[in-house]
């Protein structure tokens, strides 16, 4: 397939890097002041040039969009409400009977009727396995198993915030601390509210809602507004002892089960199945048939979901 990668920040910059060893090859590369485009791109030299210079080309970027590309990925950074300009890019490479695979969340956690209803106009897909869980399989597990068969999911879903909550139960250690530690090693943003305030989690149960429902005929969209969410921060120390002496721990949990989407700390058994610790995601899926099924590994990271994009662009069909 060929590749037209919106966004170069750790996950498109890895889809590009990475792409070659999947069989494909890019034909355009955009950050949000410039773009290159070739027949067959030299990722390594754009990717340079954007480190020295502050850009991937001497192009537009909207001329990455207009390439000859059998597969848009979108991979700038998810923003809430309309989506912008994740959902446009959706939006203009469908127009075109393009396929699209999203990293970004906002399209199919904000306007997710609205990109079927344009896929459905299209002869092009869409895929965003890398939307939720990183590099686990927890959208394409559930399609294997049959939407309508989940009935239930839940789990860790954002690898700072249970970095944070590890650290404070082993160490005993109060959540500022424990933030600026998560801060310096990387784990955590300059501005960690989308993480600690449950954000990232929600966006991806949303998601995980939004698939589920379709898959049952529901036929109603969610959005980040159904959720209830509760973040990590008022979270104490003396909470964590508290559990420990029960046998218990807290994680940041998010929840979804028919129309009801939450997010928020839980207690769960210390050696249980949620209780994963440092950066790891967990998904758990309540099946009709199957019973309860346990994914987990990396969340998140550059190269780790740049493998659940290109596993969507393998999936693909073949444009006419």
Request: charged share 25%.
């Amino acid at each position: 397939m060929k590749l037209a990668v919106a966004g170069v920040g750790a996950v498109g910059r890895s889809v590009a890097e990475l792409a070659g060893e999947y069989g494909h090859t890019v034909v355009a590369l955009a950050d949000s002041r410039s773009a290159a485009v070739a027949d067959a791109l030299d990722v390594e030299a754009a990717l340079a040039e954007k480190r020295e210079a502050g850009r991937v080309g001497d192009l537009d970027p909207e001329a990455a969009l207009e390439a000859d590309y059998d597969v848009l990925v979108e991979a700038t950074p998810t923003t809430l409400g309309d989506a912008e300009p994740g959902y446009g890019h959706v939006v203009e490479a469908l127009a075109r009977d393009r396929h699209v695979v999203l990293a970004n969340k906002g399209p199919v956690a904000e306007r997710y009727d609205e990109v079927r209803a344009r896929e459905r106009e299209s002869a092009g897909s869409v895929r965003f396995e890398a939307t939720v869980g990183g590099a686990i399989p927890v959208l394409s597990t559930i399609a294997d198993l049959g939407p309508g068969q989940v009935t239930a999911a839940r789990g860790v879903l954002n690898g700072t915030a249970n970095f944070i909550l590890t650290r404070m139960a082993a160490e005993g250690l109060g959540y500022e601390h424990v933030l600026a530690e998560a801060q310096d090693l990387g784990v955590a943003e300059a501005d960690p509210s989308f993480d600690v305030e449950g954000t990232d989690a929600a966006l991806k149960c949303v998601i995980l809602a939004n698939v589920l429902n379709d898959g049952a005929g529901a036929g109603r969209g969610f959005t980040l507004d159904d959720a209830e969410v509760t973040g990590i921060s008022d979270v104490p120390g003396e909470a964590l002892d508290l559990a420990a002496e029960d046998g218990r721990t807290i994680r940041l949990i998010g929840e979804v089960a028919g129309e009801r989407i939450r997010v928020g700390p839980r207690l769960v058994p210390e050696h249980g199945t949620l209780a994963v610790s440092g950066t790891r995601n967990i998904v758990q899926l309540e099946t009709t048939h199957a019973g309860r099924l346990n994914i987990s590994g990396r969340g998140a990271g550059g190269p780790e979901t740049a493998t659940a994009v290109l596993s969507d662009v393998g999936r693909l069909p073949p444009l006419e």
